[in-house]
């Protein structure tokens, strides 16, 4: 499985960025997926997840400003980022999982087997 993350920058606060993951490595649409984020000297914290039927989660401090969404066809997820405060300067991770009978949706749990390396977003005021 790979995962590979795109879209990432500098902004200023109030702005706007889209986050894309490209996966590739295992059948789509039977997988959930989602983003994580880590800022310098903080743990790693989940701040949106879809699973195989479209269901999405959010962090409570990206609710009403960030959508996750996926695109089947195109083996890509994305992370539309709006209304970005400094607060949300980070290494934004795509992850995904495979989604199964008795192994269901990590959802925000840091439970992922598969990460990207990462792209960096950084809000300044």
């Known amino acids: 499985v790979q995962l590979v993350e795109s879209g990432g920058g500098s902004v200023q606060t109030g702005g706007s960025l889209r986050l894309s993951c490209a996966a590739s490595?295992?059948?789509?649409?039977?997988?959930?997926m989602g983003w994580f984020r880590q800022a310098p000297g903080k743990e790693r914290e989940g701040v949106a997840a879809?699973?195989?039927?479209?269901?999405?989660y959010y962090a409570d401090s990206v609710k009403g400003r960030f959508t996750i969404s996926r695109d089947n066809a195109k083996n890509t997820l994305y992370l539309q980022m709006n209304t970005l405060k400094p607060v949300d300067t980070a290494k934004y991770y795509c992850v995904a999982d495979l989604e199964l009978p008795w192994a269901p949706c990590p959802k925000l749990r840091n439970e992922y087997n598969y990460w990207g390396q990462g792209t960096q977003v950084t809000v300044s005021s």
């Open positions: 879809i699973n195989s039927l479209g269901n999405t």
């Open positions: 490595g295992y059948t789509y649409s039977s997988v959930c």
